[in-house]
């Protein structure tokens, strides 16, 4: 199916739809929305000629609207005295560098425009001097307001009036005008009075870093993983607002750490604020130090001490991992998921059979991480001396890779992750070859096996599968009431339990096999003395064949879970 191109749901026309969602920056502009409209065909020859033209006016659309909207507002700045201070000597060096101006490099004061200016000052010097003994009674109060809120938007600095320092910059504003209208005054009496240096533009705020460490993170990181980076940065701002860097301290940071872990909805436990949260902030600090942005010491190392946690308050705050049991799968597999002529699903979801079918199955045997089996293309799968192979990797063969990532990029979490293991038996004779042969044979050797893991075109962060994630977990959490803590990563848990109730004496599985097959970087410390540990030797050879590998899937026991029939029987409904 073209992109941006798809038949409703509800059979009602034949006729082929384009859809186009707007860009990011035009979502919530008056009477922009989701483009959808029909071609008026069912003819996909001729639907794609005219979806191309829909496409293109709506786009040109959108791209006038983007051309005239105006810059965002920046976020209110939160006064600090080092702030106040910058807002106060930019306006003195401005009242005498414009003098400065007026009398030396421009016509100079006649009678009449030194008359002029002495009568300015003179009014300005009442009016501060009114405020500054009267405060809110002065008459002149909301009018100092307006000139002050004028000038801060002047020099790009939005300051709000509930701001609690708001009070202490009026007062040193208005001690500000009336030193500046005391030295042009003097000068006008033709006396002495210095022009200030231009004050040091004031250091960059923390939004500045937002994107750059986006883009630090791409160039390291999968798609996930710099969201959630990020994320915490985002997380930062919100708290202190968006503050200069150089204005955050270690007490500040140790505030939002303890905010953040005592919050009312989602509270960060303590393993992830100390570990992960702390070095992210480290990190993106670290990145300001190197690109200029921040002077100084990094406030994260100023951190002598966290804030903690009670034993039982970090419980509760823990996300808890269920594996499924073989009941769960069992009623799983004889769900609404698995029946093709259900009406239930949207989207996707209610097209894709083939990824409802095959992903929860691959899981279960593999023990993959669900993003791992959503990005598979045709050309992961493969026979090697004559066992059948499916190949986790980021890279693809062809000249078709470029075209088929339309700006999304395959990820592994890491190192371990990428490995070629052998296909399990049961996935074979449930049919998943010739599956993975349908798909080579309608769109090539690159293509995609599961078509509605391709983002929708528009997304700021496309993401492989995500829709397929986000379906299957409200079902299983919510539709099949297994309740919190059963997801996509219960599949990988229930295997790794397999691998362990698999080992016996005599039996066991040589050392590194059970990583080997599902990605694991090490043995975690529940298997330790269950599963042997593979030590150095792990980074020599080739590793663990997969010829080997598939003798020992055959130790993994699945007999209670009740499969749904093969692929094409059940497409048929058999």
């Given at each position: 199916?073209?992109?941006?191109?798809?038949?409703?749901?509800?059979?009602?026309?034949?006729?082929?739809?384009?859809?186009?969602?707007?860009?990011?920056?035009?979502?919530?502009?008056?009477?922009?929305?989701?483009?959808?409209?029909?071609?008026?065909?069912?003819?996909?020859?001729?639907?794609?000629?005219?979806?191309?033209?829909?496409?293109?006016?709506?786009?040109?659309?959108?791209?006038?609207?983007?051309?005239?909207?105006?810059?965002?507002?920046?976020?209110?700045?939160?006064?600090?005295?080092?702030?106040?201070?910058?807002?106060?000597?930019?306006?003195?060096?401005?009242?005498?560098?414009?003098?400065?101006?007026?009398?030396?490099?421009?016509?100079?004061?006649?009678?009449?425009?030194?008359?002029?200016?002495?009568?300015l000052c003179q009014a300005t010097d009442k009016s501060m001097r009114s405020v500054l003994a009267r405060g809110k009674s002065a008459p002149e109060w909301e009018a100092t307001l307006q000139v002050l809120d004028d000038w801060c938007e002047q020099i790009k600095l939005m300051v709000i009036r509930t701001d609690p320092r708001y009070p202490q910059l009026v007062r040193q504003f208005a001690e500000v005008e009336l030193e500046a209208t005391r030295r042009v005054l003097n000068r006008n009496q033709g006396e002495g009075a210095p022009s200030p240096e231009e004050p040091r533009p004031v250091g960059a705020c923390l939004s500045a870093l937002s994107e750059p460490y986006r883009d630090f993170k791409r160039q390291r990181s999968?798609?996930?993983?710099?969201?959630?980076?990020?994320?915490?940065?985002?997380?930062?701002?919100?708290?202190?607002?968006?503050?200069?860097?150089?204005?955050?301290?270690?007490?500040?940071?140790?505030?939002?750490?303890?905010?953040?872990?005592?919050?009312?909805?989602?509270?960060?436990?303590?393993?992830?604020?100390?570990?992960?949260?702390?070095?992210?902030?480290?990190?993106?600090?670290?990145?300001?130090?190197?690109?200029?942005?921040?002077?100084?010491?990094?406030?994260?190392?100023?951190?002598?001490?966290?804030?903690?946690?009670?034993?039982?308050?970090?419980?509760?705050?823990?996300?808890?991992?269920?594996?499924?049991?073989?009941?769960?799968?069992?009623?799983?597999?004889?769900?609404?998921?698995?029946?093709?002529?259900?009406?239930?699903?949207?989207?996707?979801?209610?097209?894709?059979?083939?990824?409802?079918?095959?992903?929860?199955?691959?899981?279960?045997?593999?023990g993959n991480r669900v993003r791992e089996v959503l990005q598979l293309v045709a050309s992961d799968v493969a026979v090697q001396q004559g066992v059948s192979v499916v190949q986790f990797r980021e890279e693809m063969d062809g000249e078709q890779a470029a075209m088929l990532a339309a700006g999304v990029v395959r990820s592994l979490k890491n190192d371990p992750s990428r490995r070629v293991v052998p296909l399990h038996p049961t996935l074979l004779a449930l049919g998943f070859g010739e599956y993975v042969e349908q798909r080579r044979s309608q769109a090539g050797a690159n293509a995609l096996l599961f078509p509605s893991s391709i983002p929708k075109p528009g997304g700021k962060a496309p993401m492989l599968g995500r829709a397929y994630e986000q379906a299957f977990l409200r079902h299983a959490r919510d539709g099949l009431a297994f309740g919190r803590g059963f997801g996509n990563h219960s599949f990988r848990h229930q295997l790794e339990d397999r691998i362990r109730d698999a080992q016996r004496p005599g039996h066991q599985w040589p050392a590194g096999m059970a990583q080997a097959y599902t990605g694991r970087m090490r043995v975690r410390s529940q298997d330790a003395g269950r599963i042997e540990v593979e030590g150095s030797e792990a980074a020599y050879g080739r590793g663990h064949s997969p010829a080997a590998l598939r003798d020992y899937l055959k130790t993994l026991a699945f007999d209670a879970v009740t499969l749904p029939p093969p692929y094409a029987s059940w497409l048929r409904g058999e």
């Open positions: 199916m073209p992109e941006n191109f798809y038949r409703p749901d509800h059979g009602r026309s034949l006729n082929w739809y384009v859809r186009l969602v707007p860009p990011t920056a035009l979502k919530g502009h008056p009477g922009v929305r989701e483009f959808r409209k029909s071609t008026g065909t069912a003819d996909l020859r001729r639907a794609k000629t005219i979806g191309a033209l829909l496409i293109a006016e709506k786009r040109s659309e959108w791209d006038r609207l983007l051309a005239a909207a105006k810059p965002a507002c920046a976020s209110p700045q939160p006064l600090t005295p080092e702030l106040i201070e910058h807002i106060c000597a930019r306006r003195l060096y401005q009242w005498m560098h414009i003098d400065d101006l007026g009398r030396y490099e421009g016509a100079g004061h006649d009678d009449k425009s030194h008359a002029a200016l002495t009568q999968g798609g996930k993983h710099t969201g959630t980076s990020v994320h915490v940065w985002l997380k930062l701002i919100d708290h202190l607002g968006d503050v200069p860097l150089g204005a955050v301290k270690a007490s500040d940071l140790f505030e939002f750490l303890e905010a953040r872990m005592r919050a009312p909805v989602k509270p960060w436990s303590m393993k992830h604020a100390h570990g992960f949260v702390k070095r992210t902030l480290r990190e993106v600090f670290a990145l300001a130090r190197t690109r200029g942005l921040l002077e100084g010491a990094n406030p994260v190392d100023d951190l002598d001490v966290l804030p903690s946690l009670t034993s039982k308050e970090e419980k509760a705050r823990r996300k808890p991992r269920h594996p499924f049991t073989d009941s769960q799968l069992s009623t799983l597999f004889a769900s609404d998921w698995y029946r093709p002529d259900s009406t239930r699903w949207r989207g996707k979801m209610a097209t894709d059979l083939g990824a409802r079918y095959w992903v929860p199955l691959v899981c279960m045997f593999h």
